[in-house]
């Protein structure tokens, strides 16, 4: 018997309870909150989708783990068996652990930058990669394909590097000011979008073909590969194993947050393919910001955890399992007439609120709408991802209006049941069917940088 959405390939043996709230209190939770889901108390929050950052659940193998973690300063043996992973995975010569992925960021991209006015170029920059690609002194330039943005449509790989713009970009720009090229797997920012091997190694051969390095952003690896085996001709029958140690075979450099398919809770890579001379520069500059070259902001066993959490997240039935939650819930908004952007990511549904309440202007955040709508209904924490994220326009101070007004519903790994799930599908659905009654937002207070985190609102009548 073949289930459509196979179930939980794993028995819960430990429970932390969730509280409820009532609709009333969640109202005046929210008020106080300044209609900001970023400052309510994760115990207000009944089911909570805000990330899929640091939330998942760990295995006994990992606590397991844990117990054997070394916490020697200098060449413990947890940083031994973390490396043994690393390289049994990647397949590359050096490996520095660093506490998460914008640690991973910040010491290794500003190497590559080696004189002002220089560019890097990505399917999609991640917000953290970006900033670092600026604080680094270099510019940040996307280029990924248009089908990126045909939301309602069906495409296999929505997260490619879009070729024609890559090649254009470097010679417009010039080969000698680009500091490398990213593959951000999958494209967190497109909405968790696969990027297939054949897009991998066309960006390889371009890299060669000028003489750049290419680095993979990794965060989603394994999520990645899952797509790759179910949609690109030819790898049906390989193992995800085998199509992760391909991906990376077409990169130099492979940054990760671990906090994501690493399955851990803190924790991040850099690992380098074979340039001793730039794992040597990053070594050096891991001291100052991130700790000793063996252990960089981590514990020993934090790095056990991780050893086992990136082995874990390539079994094939927890990724079905997975991918087939964020399916279950796009389903199930999609029957009911729910826009959202199709097919759905790996790691979240994203709703399209531009769709779903175009009575609010972009100015007034629909995404913020219906996110404070649905904690009102059900206590469901989701996230704005629009022009509130976007911010305004340094130069005129004007609001910028982003592409697309998403809320993204981020499902963390190995945490809720599909019933939870149904929890949150009849809340939107509900929102849904009432979207004529949401109202717009104003700020009361806006604060100057990443406003998203802390700003506060008030509804507008
Ligand atoms: C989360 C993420 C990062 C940043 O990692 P942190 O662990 O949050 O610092 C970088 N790139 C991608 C694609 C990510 O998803």
Redesign the pocket.
């Known amino acids: 018997m073949k289930q459509k959405y196979i179930a939980e390939p794993y028995r819960i043996k430990m429970v932390e309870p969730i509280r409820e709230t009532t609709k009333e209190e969640r109202i005046e939770l929210l008020k106080n909150a300044g209609y900001n889901p970023f400052s309510l108390k994760s115990d207000d929050v009944y089911i909570d989708l805000l990330t899929d950052?640091g939330t998942g659940a760990m295995s006994q193998e990992q606590w397991a783990a844990m117990m054997i973690g070394d916490e020697a300063y200098a060449g413990s043996r947890s940083f031994y068996r973390l490396e043994a992973a690393v390289r049994t995975i990647m397949g590359y010569e050096y490996f520095i652990p660093v506490h998460?992925?914008?640690?991973a960021?910040k010491v290794f991209l500003p190497q590559l930058v080696t004189k002002p006015g220089m560019f890097y170029i990505a399917n999609i920059h991640?917000d953290?990669?970006r900033a670092h690609v600026e604080l680094a002194g270099a510019r940040a330039i996307d280029c990924v394909v248009p089908d990126c943005y045909d939301i309602e449509h069906y495409h296999d790989f929505k997260g490619n590097m879009c070729l024609s713009c890559l090649e254009e970009t470097i010679i417009e720009k010039g080969k000698e000011n680009i500091a490398g090229l990213i593959m951000?797997v999958t494209n967190?920012s497109a909405g968790g979008q696969p990027v297939s091997m054949a897009n991998i190694k066309e960006v390889r051969k371009i890299a060669d073909r000028f003489g750049l390095k290419v680095i993979i952003?990794g965060?989603?690896y394994a999520e990645n590969a899952f797509f790759i085996k179910e949609r690109e001709l030819g790898y049906q029958d390989k193992s995800i194993k085998e199509i992760v140690f391909e991906m990376c075979s077409y990169g130099d450099a492979f940054l990760m947050?671990a906090?994501?398919d690493g399955l851990v809770n803190m924790g991040?890579i850099i690992a380098i393919k074979n340039d001793k001379e730039l794992f040597d520069k990053c070594r050096t500059y891991v001291v100052p910001y991130e700790g000793f070259p063996t252990y960089g902001g981590l514990n020993g066993r934090d790095m056990d955890a991780l050893a086992v959490g990136l082995m874990e997240a390539l079994d094939e039935r927890y990724l079905r399992h997975r991918i087939d939650q964020v399916r279950y819930l796009g389903d199930r908004l999609r029957d009911a007439g729910v826009p959202i952007q199709f097919p759905v990511g790996g790691h979240a549904v994203f709703v399209d609120c531009k769709a779903f309440a175009p009575h609010i202007p972009f100015y007034e955040f629909p995404a913020l709408a219906v996110t404070n709508a649905i904690y009102i209904e059900a206590g469901v924490r989701a996230v704005e991802i629009g022009s509130l994220l976007l911010g305004r326009d340094p130069d005129t101070h004007k609001n910028k209006e982003s592409k697309m007004e998403l809320m993204r519903l981020t499902i963390p790994r190995r945490l809720y049941t599909y019933n939870h799930l149904d929890v949150v599908a009849d809340a939107v659905i509900h929102v849904y069917e009432h979207r004529h009654e949401l109202k717009g937002y104003t700020f009361e207070y806006e604060s100057s940088i990443l406003r998203h985190f802390t700003s506060t609102f008030k509804p507008i009548d």
């Open positions: 950052s998460q992925g914008r640690g960021e991640f953290t990669t951000t967190n952003d965060a989603r947050s906090k994501k991040g």
